[in-house]
Each structure stands twice: as structure tokens, then as C-alpha cells.
């Protein structure tokens, strides 16, 4: 069964720092696409970024702009791995919830989408910028 916890959220002053983390297990084999989305106060489920735990290629939404940064642990396995969003320059537009999710069967070939019927799920870890 995959299982997804994300950890790392908070409250912090507008321009600072976070990272936050997903751990996955119950993965299937070592390609999977993993990705990070948001929930802002009012609006739809939204794409972060994506992460191929295979060939480590990555993917982004336009509006990150270099801000942030998705990583893996080098010390995956096939049935487990960690995989992190470095989040900078936080703007309090960017308070929010945000999750980890992961869709087995293969590398991403883009950016994953919110409405993949086939994503797993996390619970979600809570992002704060305040000014």
C-alpha cells in the first residue's frame, strides 16, 4: 500500500525558507512520478513541481519561477524514497496547503496534473508566510 507523509511545514516571515519533505513507501519499483501541489485559500489544487524518481528528470509550474527546487533522497530504494521541495523566497501569496503525491507505473512525462485520477495521495502540510 503507498503511503505518503509530508513534513516540514510552518509559519514563516515573507522571503524566508522551507523544505519540505514526502516520505513514500509501499512504491512498486523505482519509477515512479512524484510531484507537489497546493491548495491556496479559495482556489483549485495546483501543480508545484514533478520529479521522475527514475531518470530524475524534473518539472516545474511556470509560476515557481526558480524559487523552488524538487529533490530526491540518494539513498532511495525501489520501495521507498523521500522526496523533497525546497521552497524560497516565500511570498504570502504562497501560504497554503501543499501535498505530495505519487502515480506508479512509470516516469513523469511532464508535469503532473491535479486531476490524475491515479495519483496517491498525502495529508498535506501547511505552508505560512506572513509580512
Not at 35 to 51: C, D, S
Not at 84 to 91: A, G, H, M, P, R
Amino acid at each position: 500500500q503507498v503511503q505518503l507523509v509530508e513534513s516540514g511545514g510552518g509559519s514563516v516571515q515573507a522571503g524566508g525558507s522551507l523544505r519540505l519533505s514526502c516520505a513514500a513507501s509501499g512504491l512498486i519499483t523505482s519509477h515512479t512520478c512524484m510531484g507537489w501541489f497546493r491548495r491556496l485559500p479559495g482556489k483549485e489544487r495546483e501543480a508545484v513541481a514533478g520529479i521522475s524518481t527514475g531518470a530524475g528528470n524534473t518539472f516545474y509550474a511556470d509560476f515557481v519561477k526558480g524559487r523552488f527546487n524538487i529533490s530526491q533522497d540518494d539513498t532511495r530504494s525501489a520501495a521507498r524514497n523521500t522526496v523533497y521541495l525546497s521552497v524560497s523566497e516565500l511570498q504570502v501569496e504562497d501560504s497554503g496547503m501543499y501535498y505530495c503525491a505519487a502515480r506508479l507505473g512509470g516516469d513523469c512525462a511532464s508535469l503532473p496534473s491535479s486531476v490524475d485520477v491515479n495519483l496517491y495521495w498525502g495529508q498535506g502540510t501547511q505552508v505560512t508566510a506572513s509580512s
